[in-house]
């Protein structure tokens, strides 16, 4: 089992950066495809899908809207995947969760990934 753990997230006046990090622990070999995906629920709607890399290859897949403001990285020796966020607005307002799955499977899907970070709050002002 793999546990995640997000940090980095705050209160950001808008046209601010972050950058939001997922510490991955467990029984988990980097090299057997796993993939992390980056989602959101912000307040009232569904938890959407971010972004996600793939420590073996590094590998990234963003979703369509996400404007080129979205960076997904990882740092292998320290089991930590980050996400950058550029040019944050008030709409990027939201619960900010990491998860974990082996490939292959429908990457977007929430349904997919085998274990989940708390979530981590991130505030945008305008």
């Known amino acids: 089992q793999v546990q995640l753990v997000e940090s980095g997230g705050g209160l950001v006046q808008a046209g601010g950066s972050l950058r939001l990090s997922c510490t991955a622990s467990?029984?988990?070999?980097?090299?057997?495809?796993?993939?992390t995906g980056w989602f959101r629920r912000a307040p009232g709607k569904e938890r959407d899908f971010v972004a996600s890399i793939k420590w073996s290859t590094g590998g990234t897949y963003y979703r369509d809207s996400g404007e080129g403001r979205f960076t997904a990285s990882r740092d292998n020796a320290k089991n930590i995947v980050y996400l950058q966020i550029n040019n944050l607005k008030p709409e990027d307002t939201a619960v900010y969760y990491c998860?974990?799955?082996?490939?292959?499977?429908?990457?977007?899907?929430?349904?997919?990934?085998?274990?989940w970070g708390p979530g981590i709050q991130v505030t945008v002002s305008s």
């Open positions: 467990g029984r988990f070999d980097i090299n057997h495809d796993w993939l």
């Open positions: 998860a974990a799955g082996r490939t292959p499977f429908n990457i977007i899907e929430a349904a997919g990934y085998e274990s």
